[in-house]
């Protein structure tokens, strides 16, 4: 009995999605072709691996299922390392790469895991850092890649995503019902907190800035204790979080955009691989 890791890849994209037409769009392939190879898979493991709950849209794993997916997901975590370090053995070298606290705690360790599995001759040196300073180290030379947030593409630069925006509070505090409202946002100069004055002046609200924190763990923290109310993207919400809307008296707020930019003169194959893997990343949010 052998098992080839298209079918593998193709079995865990089914389990993960436990539905065969998203596993088809992962693996870009048809459900009917999905169907087949799993069938052939079962065939070949002498066993039912997935129960099929109203057809092929609701399916679960068997007792038999569960046990192959552990295996699997090993064998393929190697399947990519082999081919990584022996067909593709002239990918290496560093990679400087810059990005703002919010985005290193939502994705950063997933992206660096499977940069890593993909690249394993090869190095990613992070540093998080406000926007600006992202930029001003990318104008230096001393980045190769940095995210920013809050600014419209500009200067080359690629669009990554746009994010939506949130009013944030404790859900065992009623700060938010304060006059002046006491806010919790980022250093002078950062959108997020131009954004939230200019909409609370527009909507005639009091504020009052009564907290300042360049890292977003200190806005989290602030908005916790209930010292405040915060405003954050919607891939930092945590999940013991009150959001606000236009119904608590909170106006809406606009999209940021998240862009990729690349250092002055910074451009390799190598580079091109970790802003390939980063793209991905935003794309699955």
């Given at each position: 009995m052998q098992f080839s890791s298209d079918l593998l890849k193709t079995f865990t994209a089914v389990a993960d999605s436990g539905n065969f037409t998203r596993a088809g769009e992962e693996v870009n392939r048809t459900q009917s072709a999905v169907s087949m190879q799993i069938k052939r898979l079962e065939l070949e493991a002498g066993h039912v691996l997935f129960e099929r709950n109203g057809g092929l849209r609701n399916i679960t794993l068997t007792s038999k299922g569960e046990e192959l997916l552990r295996y699997a997901r090993r064998i393929l975590i190697l399947h990519d390392e082999a081919v990584a370090a022996v067909a593709?053995?002239?990918v290496e070298g560093k990679v400087r790469l810059g990005l703002p606290e919010d985005y290193s705690n939502a994705f950063l360790s997933e992206v660096l895991a499977r940069f890593s599995k993909t690249n394993p001759n090869a190095q990613v040196d992070v540093?998080?850092?406000?926007?600006d300073q992202v930029s001003t180290l990318l104008n230096t030379g001393k980045l190769d890649l940095g995210i920013r947030s809050g600014v419209d593409p500009l200067d080359g630069a690629e669009l990554l995503r746009r994010e939506p925006l949130s009013w944030i509070t404790s859900p065992s505090s009623l700060v938010h019902e304060r006059t002046p409202v006491p806010l919790a946002v980022?250093?002078?100069?950062?959108?997020?907190?131009?954004?939230?004055?200019?909409?609370?002046?527009?909507?005639?609200r009091d504020y009052?800035?009564?907290f300042t924190s360049l890292s977003i763990s200190g806005i989290l923290a602030a908005v916790s204790a209930g010292l405040a109310v915060g405003v954050v993207g919607s891939t930092t919400l945590p999940k013991d979080i009150q959001v606000l809307d236009e119904g608590d008296g909170y106006p809406a707020l606009p999209n940021a955009s998240v862009t990729l930019h690349r250092g002055v003169g910074s451009h390799n194959?190598?580079?091109e691989c970790v802003a390939e893997h980063v793209r991905g990343a935003f794309q699955e949010m």
């Open positions: 593709r053995p002239g540093i998080c850092a406000p926007g980022y250093w002078e100069g950062c959108s997020y907190r131009k954004w939230a004055i200019q909409a609370l002046e527009s909507a005639g009052h800035v009564a194959d190598l580079m």
